[in-house]
């Protein structure tokens, strides 16, 4: 662990408005980034309607490499995020470069790279065998570059990368969209297991109750590391399909970026798969099981107990 990374708060740029201006965006691009209600107003001429909901479509500036996401449960931990990876695992883990953030009637607009290439979940049919397992190599050391990352002090907080509470969407319909952060494992697995039953009384605590034995796998032992907590095939940016020419042999489809770190933070070390499987398609033998083929090749599964815990909690929403 010597050349393990320490996440210090601190370094962290805070601010509701905030542009990197040595960014690729204002070497390649005249002018400042387009102001929120420009986005709003791209958003409209897209989609035809009023911008929906609070987590829209990200925008796209195709002429300008310019996405934008934006919305009232956008956060600015989020944009901390691609911050960090782009300044300090740049060599490790692919992500879209930060151009910048704004905040502005109530809503959190990240300006970033826009990724050419297609989405993991639209190339996977057409990938050849060696393709799919050179694709989950890679991300097998991705994930492993972000797990070797460390918190300032023991014991480990459960939250965004800023310390700010958790952005996992699982906990969307809280009265706080984003609850905590809890200073250790076990305050958040009480939560965890208090949530589940929407009852808001903190002095009761379904983990010490004898009524729920299935709870026994939710310990406070588990590791707490770093989870992108949406890891799945949409997420996961490949490059474009390379035909060959002029007698040479096509290229292979590699990673090109991560995306989405909107739910990413500092959780047990179970939550990547438990979070990630959920995505896999239902396995056609009607077991009800998924198909966690591709998956398995990228991370250990879940503990078993811990797994059977978090399955029935989250079984009761």
């Given at each position: 662990m010597a050349n393990a990374r320490v996440v210090r708060v601190a370094e962290l740029p805070s601010g509701e408005n905030v542009v990197f201006h040595d960014s690729s965006f204002f070497k390649n691009n005249a002018g400042d980034l387009?102001?929120?209600?420009?986005?709003?107003?791209?958003d409209v001429e897209i989609n035809g309607t009023n911008p929906r909901?609070?987590?829209?479509?990200?925008?796209?500036?195709?002429?300008?490499?310019?996405?934008?996401?934006?919305?009232?449960?956008?956060?600015?931990?989020?944009?901390?995020?691609?911050?960090?990876?782009?300044?300090?695992?740049?060599?490790?883990?692919?992500?879209p470069e930060l151009f910048g953030w704004r905040r502005d009637g109530g809503e959190t607009f990240i300006y970033m790279q826009l990724i050419r290439g297609d989405t993991l979940e639209?190339?996977?049919?057409?990938?050849?065998?060696?393709e799919r397992r050179t694709i989950c190599e890679q991300l097998r050391g991705y994930v492993e570059a972000w797990r070797e990352l460390r918190q300032e002090s023991e014991p480990y907080y459960i939250g965004h990368i800023g310390r700010q509470g958790v952005g996992d969407i699982?906990?969307?319909?809280?009265?706080?969209?984003?609850?905590?952060?809890?200073?250790?494992?076990?305050?958040?697995?009480?939560?965890?297991a208090r949530y589940a039953s929407r009852r808001r009384d903190p002095g009761w605590n379904p983990r010490r109750d004898p009524d729920f034995p299935e709870l026994a796998g939710l310990t406070d032992d588990r590791p707490v590391v770093f989870t992108h907590a949406d890891l799945c095939r949409r997420n996961i940016m490949v490059s474009p399909r390379d035909e060959g020419g002029s007698g040479s042999a096509p290229r292979p489809r590699r990673v090109v970026a991560i995306l989405d770190w909107h739910q990413s933070g500092w959780y047990p070390i179970d939550w990547e798969w438990l979070k990630a499987q959920w995505m896999?398609?239902?396995?056609?033998?009607?077991?009800?099981?998924?198909?966690?083929?591709w998956l398995s090749q990228i991370?250990?599964?879940?503990?078993?107990?811990?797994?059977?815990?978090?399955?029935?909690?989250?079984s009761c929403w």
């Open positions: 387009p102001s929120p209600e420009e986005v709003r107003q791209k909901g609070d987590r829209p479509p990200p925008v796209r500036f195709e002429e300008r490499g310019l996405v934008v996401k934006y919305g009232s449960y956008i956060t600015v931990a989020e944009a901390q995020c691609l911050w960090y990876f782009n300044r300090h695992m740049k060599d490790e883990v692919p992500t639209e190339a996977w049919p057409s990938l050849s065998e060696e699982i906990f969307s319909d809280h009265e706080e969209p984003n609850p905590g952060p809890f200073a250790g494992l076990g305050a958040f697995h009480d939560f965890f896999c398609e239902p396995l056609v033998d009607g077991s009800g099981g998924r198909d966690t083929a991370l250990a599964p879940a503990d078993e107990n811990y797994s059977y815990a978090w399955e029935y909690i989250t």
